[in-house]
């Protein structure tokens, strides 16, 4: 229960799901604490891809409405080959009246602008690294050591990324996070004129993505196979983008040409290959990237986190023991992610075909599949965007009655 100070919810981890833990708990009048290691909350990223299913969970949270204010309109999106042959393409008309919803694409920063402004001041805590001590269990609280000495908590929310120090704590056996395969490159840049091609572009072993944002910005990536740890011989990832992309079809190498080389980030994209046996222990709920992280071929790492935060809110109430919510937690959440990580690795072992042949016959069947009606394409991401989260306390905003 959450009756007295020592009796809180402690959020480990300052990112995306962390705070969407925090303001959903907080929604549901539940004291919480956030701790960020770093010195601020300046986001390590570019730009991201909320779904619908994301969306109506920010809804319940209350900020769903001004993140689809910030993002930027554009009529279609699609696939391509690097020559500029469009593989399949979808209006984006359609797609929201399949969905009720569009995909909304802002900068990593404002999602978090906007949870953080829905806190209560002092809620988040910068510069305050945060370890589990002991999980609990059903008649004991969990333990979290901070630079202030150790607390006691309720709920423990374990939202410290990929390389999660809670997860090894609980469940040692795991494997962990392995290499995909792939490496990945983001930045923002800012173009003359808004792109009229949106979507990604796929290649040998490789793809680039473009998407807009707001205020003329746009969101340029990029995915290649390549050795883990790999990085630019001379230390310039631009010259690399170019060196890969440049040849490619408009907007992508003009967009590349655009970039800041301090400011194009690179990362190995690791996965969780294998499920944890349960995203919770005791006290403890293992939340995004600690609990199921995923390849990006989906775009639904930050969505599915968001999912978390509002499921594992839902059913707390400051009078609740969420030691007995927390199976609930792990019997909705489990099933759902580990689907989603399979299909994310399944599409990137198609943009992983390398050999000319291979390309050829992969590009074949989705330029054939971009001939059958919209439904029918669109239906086979049914089963992620159609989801429907649970409802929070009264005080979240819900749009149009979802």
């Not at 930027?72 to 696939?79: E, K, M, Q, R």
């Not at 990945?184 to 290649?203: K, M, Y």
């Not at 790999?230 to 907007?251: I, M, S, V």
């Not at 059958?372 to 989801?387: C, E, F, H, N």
């Amino acid at each position: 229960m959450f009756t007295t100070e020592a009796h809180r919810a402690i959020v480990i981890g300052g990112g995306i799901g962390g705070l969407a833990a925090a303001l959903a708990l907080h929604r549901q009048g539940i004291p919480v604490t956030v701790h960020e290691r770093a010195a601020s909350l300046e986001p390590v990223g570019a730009g991201l891809a909320l779904a619908p299913n994301a969306l109506r969970a920010l809804d319940r949270l209350g900020v769903g409405e001004r993140l689809r204010a910030l993002a930027a309109p554009h009529p279609a999106i699609g696939l391509r080959h690097p020559s500029g042959r469009w593989l399949a393409r979808t209006d984006t008309a359609t797609f929201e009246a399949r969905f009720g919803d569009t995909i909304a694409a802002v900068a990593r920063a404002e999602v978090v602008a906007a949870l953080v402004d829905a806190l209560p001041e002092g809620t988040v805590r910068t510069d305050s690294p945060a370890a589990l001590v002991t999980p609990g269990s059903a008649t004991e609280p969990a333990v979290v050591r901070t630079g202030d000495g150790e607390r006691s908590a309720a709920l423990v929310v374990a939202a410290d990324g990929i390389r999660s120090a809670t997860r090894d704590l609980l469940f040692p056996g795991h494997p962990g996070p392995r290499y995909s395969g792939f490496t990945s490159w983001r930045t923002i840049v800012t173009p003359a004129r808004r792109p009229e091609a949106v979507g990604e572009v796929w290649g040998r072993g490789q793809l680039a993505g473009v998407v807009p944002l707001a205020d003329g910005r746009v969101y340029v990536y990029g995915a290649a196979l390549a050795p883990a740890g790999a990085r630019a011989a001379d230390g310039d990832e631009k010259a690399e983008l170019l060196r890969r992309f440049g040849t490619w079809c408009a907007p992508v190498p003009q967009l590349l040409a655009l970039a800041e080389p301090e400011r194009v980030l690179r990362h190995d994209v690791r996965d969780l290959a294998e499920p944890l046996p349960a995203h919770h222990l005791g006290r403890v709920a293992l939340l995004g990237d600690a609990a199921h992280a995923m390849c990006p071929f989906q775009g639904q790492g930050a969505c599915q986190a968001i999912e978390d935060a509002v499921v594992l809110a839902a059913p707390l109430t400051p009078a609740t023991d969420p030691a007995a919510a927390l199976p609930a937690y792990t019997a909705a959440r489990l099933p759902r992610t580990t689907g989603i990580v399979a299909g994310s690795r399944r599409i990137g072992d198609l943009v992983a075909l390398r050999t000319p042949a291979a390309a050829f016959l992969r590009d074949t069947a989705l330029a054939l599949a971009g001939l059958l009606p919209a439904r029918a394409l669109l239906g086979r991401s049914g089963a992620t965007y159609d989801w429907q989260p649970p409802a929070l306390g009264a005080s979240a905003s819900v749009r149009r009655g979802r």
